[in-house]
């Protein structure tokens, strides 16, 4: 990707990280809760020792190709053809993941707070401040994240402390929950909620290079581990397994039975927030790398001109789900179980297509 | 030019989307709804469910004016405020309806303003509805938007229409206030237990243990004899049932005891000192005053304020195929009153009465436990959390299925009781008079 400004370590970290947390505030901790049961927080940590195996071998593949950003590398690898094949293929992704995203997001909202407002409107709405960011550009989205990962954060934080009267961690046995091998399974395929992370290599060029790529990286995909693992054991520690794998937001429901006084209860206003803040900065940038990711492939150096037709293409595909019930089983499904097959085994597969062409290495490595 | 035309479109744009800051479809004034303060759920007539809705009249700031005179839903308003359903600044409908929320929504037309659901204070259930199950009335509540988590459940006898037409707040203009802070005296007494709803519908689904609810009634203040001449005797072991507490005055709603279910239907009863052992087996006893006969004086009490000084530990282990449960249960007490005036708090004397005191609380504690492993073998103890680790996964938990074993489990009960003060009073005197037998002379 061509450099579109430049930010340092904090704004990248917020970026990814926001973008790889926010998932926590959806459906993801019922599923995972109803596929693990009480080991919902084991199968987490398996994901994220998968996903940053995987990170280990994109970060050798980045190495061996210094200075260029995930779409260079593909060209380099497998040709321009195939490698702008490969591009539009992860335009498409993003396309379909932030339509995903923002409709689960509305299924969400209008479940527990906007019950009357019509689906277009509220897709409409964080479309439009998608488009507004991505208009900005990537720095202005990053600096965006970093404002409000300290309010997202803290919020986060928070809720967890404040229903800590709820929680009893006998509720987290059996300790395998539905399975030791089960457990791991599911880990292994959850580790695509950690698709995300590929962004990084994306947009390398703009976040000083492998340093920072390698950095950010790995503790972001920490944090997410520790973040998703711990919600899910608190949550579970709160309602139970069986009443866990009910909750369409189990974060939100968490923020709805802290109750410590008459004074202070009824805080799920601070859920609603962090909750619309995290999904607009990952919607934001999910759809600006669709956009760009697009533009690579079609060599359009400005991708301004492009926002409105990326809007309504990701709105028609926002509503091609009739239902949740389709949301949850079909499409979030997809992306946060299947998507592995593409931002991870792609450039795994352009990787060890680089070693048996002897493409990239030390002769294609910029000065450090 | 090119500035201005610049100051401009951001105008705009800030102006359109100032729009969404007065709310859109979802946006509702305070004043248009009414909040709904208790629900109650009674066995229809005509048709499956008859449902009672309590909600303030805002009549006097935000707690709705009390009818003067009569309390009870027995206003000096009389018979207009009866055919309304007045009771002390709230109005008290009542709808019958194929379905909970359908009654709600019928319940719109009661009153001009629509009837919100997200302040309820308690759902209310008649015993002979609980009885039958509850969680066709439940679930809807689980998934509706409105529900507090908060929200307490109550089950009384008689109907849920009767028990919410009795509870009066006489302290303070605030219904809702009063109502919340009525739950509080679980704290304060330990008399029934405080059952949030999402605690209640977990409970329902949990392979772990059974559910519980906040036993209520509606006493009619006849339960005081009249006096007569007889001896006084001391009775210290009261069992009551809720309407039974001898007493006048004040609300004729009470919450007295622990509902206990198995599933969703209820099976039974705790009475108030079960109650009491319940939550200080399960660690949730705040604080309350016991009386005890005096060993040494039985004419005479002696009163302790008993605390939970650490949470229970329970230890589960399978023996020939057979769970048996070991519970250490810390207890801390504070010496309120020696009517005989012997001075228990020597030091030589001190040991002696915490050892009765730990007899008592033991076999209350195992009986209570005995009562609900034999009577309607339902673990309110949640005794299976610790059976849980028993298993490796949840697949092994549920095929051995604890809450059909619950009945067979071996409970060794032990209390360590500390008695650590005795009030302000260190070590009583004796009563100077000229009668024989003085109060404290030995």
């Known amino acids: 990707m061509t450099r579109e400004g430049n930010f340092g370590f904090l704004e990248t970290f917020s970026l990814i990280a926001i973008a790889l947390i926010n998932k926590v505030f959806y459906t993801s901790p019922m599923i995972i809760i109803s596929e693990l049961g009480t080991s919902a927080w084991l199968g987490t940590l398996i994901s994220c020792l998968t996903s940053l195996s995987f990170f280990g071998l994109l970060y050798i593949l980045m190495k061996r190709f210094q200075g260029q950003d995930l779409f260079q590398i593909f060209e380099k690898v497998t040709g321009k053809l195939v490698g702008r094949g490969l591009t539009l293929l992860f335009s498409f992704y993003f396309l379909y993941y932030t339509a995903i995203n923002v409709r689960e997001f509305t299924a969400i909202l209008k479940a527990y707070s906007l019950p009357f407002t019509p689906i277009s409107l509220i897709v409409l709405s964080l479309l439009a401040i998608a488009a507004a960011m991505a ?9 965006v994240a970093y404002v409000f990962a300290f309010p997202i954060f803290g919020g986060l934080v928070l809720i967890l402390v404040l229903a800590y009267p709820v929680y009893d961690w006998d509720y987290l046995r059996p300790i395998f929950g539905y399975g030791l091998e089960n457990t791991i399974i599911k880990g292994f395929l959850r580790s695509s909620a950690y698709g995300e992370i590929i962004i990084l290599a994306i947009i390398i060029n703009s976040i000083h290079g492998l340093k920072t790529f390698r950095q950010v990286g790995v503790n972001a995909l920490l944090l997410k581990g520790v973040v998703m693992s711990l919600c899910c054991a608190c949550i579970l520690a709160a309602f139970q397994y069986p009443s866990s794998s009910e909750h369409l937001s189990g974060m939100f429901q968490l923020s709805r039975v ?33 956009l760009q990711a697009y533009c690579r492939t079609f060599l359009i150096e400005n991708h301004r001109p492009l926002l409105l037709s990326f809007l309504l293409l990701t709105s028609t595909v926002a509503f091609i789900p009739r239902n949740l019930s389709q949301i949850l089983e079909i499409h979030v499904i997809a992306i946060r179980e299947y998507s592995l097959l593409l931002v991870y085994a792609v450039p795994i597969l352009v990787l060890f297509l680089a070693l048996i062409l002897k493409r990239g290495g030390k002769s294609n490595a910029k000065s450090p | ?4 035309h ?78 309304s359903g007045e009771v002390d600044g709230t109005v008290v409908a009542t709808v019958e309806a194929p379905s909970l929320l359908e009654a709600i929504n019928m319940l719109n037309l009661s009153s001009n303003r629509q009837i919100s659901l997200f302040h309820t204070k308690m759902l209310v259930f008649s015993e002979d509805y609980a009885r039958e199950g509850v969680m066709r009335y439940v679930e809807p509540l689980a998934r509706y938007r409105q529900v507090r988590d908060s929200m307490r459940v109550v ?38 237990p405080d059952v949030f709803f999402h605690d209640f519908y977990a409970s329902v689904l949990s392979p772990y243990g059974q559910s519980t609810a906040i036993y209520a009634g509606v006493n009619d203040f006849k339960q005081l004899e009249v006096p007569t001449n007889r001896e006084l005797k001391l ?41 009491r052992f319940y939550l200080i087996a399960t660690g949730k006893f705040q604080w309350g005053t016991f009386t005890f006969k005096d060993p040494q004086s039985p004419n005479y009490a002696f009163l302790l304020e008993i605390t939970n000084s650490r949470k229970p530990e329970v230890e589960f282990r399978f023996e020939e195929g057979v769970p048996v449960i070991d519970l250490k249960i810390g207890l801390e007490a504070e010496l309120v009153s020696s009517q005989s005036r012997i001075n228990y708090e020597d030091l030589d004397r001190i040991a ?12 209350g504690i195992k009986r209570t436990i005995d009562k609900t492993q034999q009577e309607w073998n339902s673990d309110i103890f949640f005794f299976g959390k610790k059976a849980a680790a028993q298993f490796r996964t949840i697949q092994e938990m549920e095929s051995y299925n604890w809450l059909q074993h619950y009945h ?15 009030g302000f009073l260190f070590k009583a005197m004796p009563i100077q008079s000229t009668s024989a037998g003085q109060k404290g002379r030995e």
Not at chain 1, 135 to 143: D, H, K, Q, T
Not at chain 2, 352 to 363: H, I, N, R, S
Not at chain 2, 409 to 421: C, G
Request: charged letters at 25%; aromatic letters at 14%; proline letters at 1%.
């Open chain 1, 135 to 143: 208009y900005v550009g990537l720095e202005g989205i990053a600096r």
């Open chain 1, 258 to 290: 802290i109750y410590h006084s008459r004074f202070l209860q009824r805080i799920e206003a601070i859920f609603l927030f962090i909750w619309v803040f995290a999904s607009a900065v990952t919607v934001a940038l999910s759809f600006y790398v669709s």
């Open chain 2, 1 to 4: 030019m090119q500035k201005v």
């Open chain 2, 6 to 83: 610049r100051f401009f479109f951001a105008f705009l744009i800030a102006m359109f989307f100032s729009l969404s800051l007065s709310g859109c479809y979802d946006s509702t004034e305070i004043d248009e709804e009414v909040y709904a303060l208790a629900v109650g759920v009674d066995k229809g007539v005509s048709n499956i469910i008859r449902v009672t809705i309590q909600y303030a009249t805002y009549k006097d700031g935000g707690g709705g004016q009390k009818s003067g005179g009569g309390g009870n839903g027995e206003s000096a308003g009389g018979g207009k405020e009866e055919e």
């Open chain 2, 155 to 192: 089950v009384c006898q008689g109907t849920a229409e009767e028990f919410i037409k009795k509870g009066s707040d006489y302290v303070g203009a605030n219904m809702s206030k009063g109502m919340e802070l009525s739950f509080y005296q679980s704290q304060n007494t330990g008399y029934f």
């Open chain 2, 235 to 275: 009775v210290t072991d009261l069992d009551m049932k809720p309407g039974q507490i001898p007493r006048k005055g004040g609300s004729k709603s009470e919450f007295f005891g622990t509902a206990v279910f198995d599933g969703d239907k209820m099976v039974g009863y705790l009475l108030q000192n079960e109650t």
């Open chain 2, 352 to 363: 002696e009465l915490e050892t009765e005191v730990e007899k008592y609380f033991c076999d």
């Open chain 2, 408 to 422: 067979q489990a071996e409970v060794n009960v032990d209390v360590d009781v500390k008695i650590r003060r005795s």
